[in-house]
């Protein structure tokens, strides 16, 4: 199946260990709410300002919360997490509570992009013995070999051609034959 | 009088073909040209590529199963067996390895797959 028309970025599984087994870090580094005055596209971005954004930041010490207020613009708010990543959420006609929903997505997620999971498995040491080379079965004497070798490199056994039988058939009749004569001779 | 038949001659109105043709131009999007935009260009090409993914899906299947076999064929040759016999043993020691599997022993635990394989060829 094609992926392409997904438009996604496409990683292996990752499993998170450095973060939360000890201590736990939030990932979200800091919010840049960007929002009009006066456009009603905005309004729960305001209302959000206005009843919530303090208790956020007070609860969030982690987490740097920056306003801008810019005249004639879409709201918008600017996620930055601590692996550099970059996510613009669009507030655009989100209720006061929708946005607070939002950012608490953003608060718990890792800055990981939304991928495509390549493969559902992944190791780290995938060989435990060692990979296969062309050299694992062979016997390390073959380092000191000296050529022409007649004990390690012999050709492969292989069955008898139909020639050979017809040869080894004719040998034994004319064997046969000649006990025969042998003995009919002296007989 | 209540007339019947007439609400029958009235027809629910279709719904709106944006919704249908939007969800061939999601699989398009990547796509060069009016198959990208264009509905009639974009359908023929969507279903060719679905038709396509259709057969490739069950295509992917059998191209796996047969490098996994080629793949044990030439470990097993490697070791002087041969996968049949390989097959057999395994069947009779009851162990239900799939092809998969072995393969990818074959190929991170050489050594298990050495002594798997001639274990089973004694047997």
Not at chain 1, 17 to 42: A, M, P, W
Request: overall charge positive; glycine content about 6%.
């Amino acid at each position: 199946m094609s992926f392409k028309h997904l438009f996604m970025k496409s990683t292996f599984v990752k499993a998170p260990i450095q973060n939360g087994i000890g201590r736990y870090v939030g990932q979200l580094q800091r919010i840049t709410v960007k929002f009009c005055k006066e456009h009603s596209d905005s309004k729960g971005v305001r209302d959000f300002i206005e009843n919530q954004v303090v208790d956020f930041a007070k609860q969030n010490p982690g987490i740097v919360v920056y306003l801008k207020p810019r005249r004639h613009r879409a709201p918008h708010v600017k996620l930055e997490y601590l692996n550099g990543e970059t996510e613009i959420l669009s507030a655009k006609c989100l209720s006061e509570r929708e946005l607070r929903q939002w950012l608490e997505v953003a608060r718990g997620s890792s800055g990981e992009p939304v991928a495509r999971l390549r493969k559902m498995q992944h190791t780290d040491r995938p060989s435990i013995q060692g990979v296969w080379t062309p050299w694992t079965s062979v016997p390390p004497q073959t380092n000191l070999e000296t050529f022409p070798s007649e004990e390690g490199y012999r050709a492969p056994q292989r069955e008898q051609t139909a020639t050979e039988k017809l040869r080894e058939l004719f040998a034994r009749q004319q064997e046969q034959k000649q006990l025969t004569e042998e003995t009919t001779g002296t007989s | 009088m209540v007339f019947l038949t007439s609400p029958a001659w009235i027809r629910a109105a279709k719904p709106d073909k944006f919704w249908r043709r939007r969800r061939t131009f999601r699989l398009s999007a990547h796509y060069f040209g009016r198959a990208r935009n264009c509905y009639k260009t974009a359908i023929i090409r969507v279903e060719k590529a679905l038709s396509y993914a259709l057969v490739g899906r069950q295509q992917k299947k059998k191209d796996m199963v047969q490098l996994w076999e080629q793949r044990l064929e030439a470990g097993c040759a490697e070791h002087g067996t041969s996968l049949p016999v390989l097959r057999q043993g395994l069947m009779r020691c009851n162990v239900l390895l799939n092809r998969k599997t072995l393969a990818d022993l074959a190929i991170w635990e050489p050594r298990t797959f050495k002594v798997r394989g001639s274990q089973l060829a004694m047997e």
